[in-house]
Nanobody, 124 residues
Protein backbone atom coordinates (compact mmCIF):
# COMPACT_ATOMS: atom_id res chain seq x y z
CA UNK A 1 0.00 0.00 0.00
CA UNK A 2 1.04 3.57 -0.52
CA UNK A 3 1.98 5.60 2.55
CA UNK A 4 0.44 9.05 2.80
CA UNK A 5 1.38 12.05 4.90
CA UNK A 6 -0.69 15.23 5.10
CA UNK A 7 0.72 18.63 5.92
CA UNK A 8 -0.24 22.29 5.74
CA UNK A 9 -2.99 22.45 8.31
CA UNK A 10 -3.27 25.27 10.77
CA UNK A 11 -5.46 28.03 12.14
CA UNK A 12 -7.00 30.60 9.84
CA UNK A 13 -9.69 33.26 10.15
CA UNK A 14 -12.97 32.93 8.25
CA UNK A 15 -12.48 33.97 4.64
CA UNK A 16 -8.85 32.98 4.68
CA UNK A 17 -7.00 30.32 2.75
CA UNK A 18 -4.89 27.26 3.42
CA UNK A 19 -3.08 24.83 1.17
CA UNK A 20 -2.87 21.19 2.21
CA UNK A 21 -0.37 18.76 0.76
CA UNK A 22 -0.37 14.98 0.71
CA UNK A 23 2.99 13.33 0.12
CA UNK A 24 3.04 9.72 -1.03
CA UNK A 25 5.77 7.15 -0.61
CA UNK A 26 6.21 3.43 -1.20
CA UNK A 27 4.29 3.36 -4.50
CA UNK A 28 3.97 5.60 -7.53
CA UNK A 29 1.10 7.99 -6.98
CA UNK A 30 -0.09 7.81 -10.60
CA UNK A 31 -1.65 4.37 -10.01
CA UNK A 32 -4.22 5.83 -7.61
CA UNK A 33 -7.25 8.03 -7.64
CA UNK A 34 -6.79 10.37 -4.69
CA UNK A 35 -9.29 11.88 -2.33
CA UNK A 36 -9.53 14.30 0.56
CA UNK A 37 -11.88 13.65 3.45
CA UNK A 38 -12.46 15.50 6.69
CA UNK A 39 -13.75 14.67 10.13
CA UNK A 40 -14.98 17.15 12.71
CA UNK A 41 -15.15 16.26 16.42
CA UNK A 42 -18.10 14.01 17.14
CA UNK A 43 -18.95 13.60 13.46
CA UNK A 44 -18.30 10.93 10.85
CA UNK A 45 -15.64 11.33 8.22
CA UNK A 46 -17.02 13.02 5.10
CA UNK A 47 -15.94 13.40 1.50
CA UNK A 48 -14.33 16.65 0.39
CA UNK A 49 -12.77 16.18 -3.04
CA UNK A 50 -11.25 13.58 -5.34
CA UNK A 51 -9.05 13.56 -8.41
CA UNK A 52 -8.44 10.89 -11.04
CA UNK A 53 -5.10 9.23 -11.74
CA UNK A 54 -3.66 11.90 -14.01
CA UNK A 55 -5.94 14.71 -12.95
CA UNK A 56 -8.39 14.73 -15.86
CA UNK A 57 -11.44 14.45 -13.62
CA UNK A 58 -12.28 15.97 -10.27
CA UNK A 59 -15.16 15.55 -7.86
CA UNK A 60 -16.19 17.87 -5.05
CA UNK A 61 -18.63 17.84 -2.20
CA UNK A 62 -21.35 20.44 -2.65
CA UNK A 63 -20.22 22.17 0.52
CA UNK A 64 -16.81 23.04 -0.94
CA UNK A 65 -17.54 23.58 -4.64
CA UNK A 66 -16.13 26.86 -5.86
CA UNK A 67 -13.97 27.25 -2.76
CA UNK A 68 -11.66 24.23 -2.74
CA UNK A 69 -9.47 22.95 -5.56
CA UNK A 70 -7.84 19.54 -5.67
CA UNK A 71 -4.80 19.00 -7.85
CA UNK A 72 -1.96 16.56 -8.20
CA UNK A 73 1.63 16.46 -9.33
CA UNK A 74 2.54 12.86 -10.05
CA UNK A 75 6.12 13.85 -10.78
CA UNK A 76 6.44 15.04 -7.18
CA UNK A 77 4.17 12.30 -5.79
CA UNK A 78 1.91 14.87 -4.17
CA UNK A 79 -1.76 15.78 -4.04
CA UNK A 80 -2.82 19.28 -3.06
CA UNK A 81 -5.98 20.80 -1.67
CA UNK A 82 -6.23 24.55 -2.04
CA UNK A 83 -8.86 25.87 0.34
CA UNK A 84 -10.17 29.40 -0.14
CA UNK A 85 -12.97 31.37 1.49
CA UNK A 86 -12.77 29.14 4.53
CA UNK A 87 -15.71 28.93 6.90
CA UNK A 88 -15.90 27.82 10.53
CA UNK A 89 -17.81 24.78 9.27
CA UNK A 90 -14.65 23.69 7.46
CA UNK A 91 -12.92 23.04 10.79
CA UNK A 92 -11.89 19.40 10.87
CA UNK A 93 -9.04 16.97 10.59
CA UNK A 94 -8.35 16.57 6.88
CA UNK A 95 -7.25 13.19 5.55
CA UNK A 96 -5.68 12.19 2.27
CA UNK A 97 -6.68 8.81 0.85
CA UNK A 98 -5.78 6.57 -2.11
CA UNK A 99 -8.16 4.54 -4.27
CA UNK A 100 -7.22 1.90 -6.88
CA UNK A 101 -10.67 1.32 -8.39
CA UNK A 102 -11.62 2.29 -11.94
CA UNK A 103 -13.90 5.24 -11.31
CA UNK A 104 -13.72 8.22 -9.00
CA UNK A 105 -15.53 7.71 -5.69
CA UNK A 106 -16.89 9.99 -3.00
CA UNK A 107 -17.45 7.26 -0.40
CA UNK A 108 -15.06 5.91 2.20
CA UNK A 109 -15.20 2.23 1.27
CA UNK A 110 -13.18 2.47 -1.93
CA UNK A 111 -10.20 4.20 -0.34
CA UNK A 112 -7.70 1.70 1.05
CA UNK A 113 -4.79 3.87 2.17
CA UNK A 114 -5.08 6.82 4.53
CA UNK A 115 -2.82 9.42 6.00
CA UNK A 116 -2.88 10.40 9.66
CA UNK A 117 -4.61 13.70 9.01
CA UNK A 118 -3.83 17.37 9.48
CA UNK A 119 -5.89 19.76 11.60
CA UNK A 120 -7.60 22.73 9.97
CA UNK A 121 -9.21 25.23 12.32
CA UNK A 122 -11.22 28.17 10.99
CA UNK A 123 -12.00 30.59 13.78
CA UNK A 124 -12.13 34.30 14.53
Amino acid sequence: QVQLLESGGGVVQPGGSLSLSCAASGRTLSTYHMGWFRQAPGKEREFVAAISRIGLRTLYADSVKGRFTISRDNTKNTVLLQMNSLKPEDTAVYYCAADQTIVLHSTLAEYDSWGQGTQVTVSS
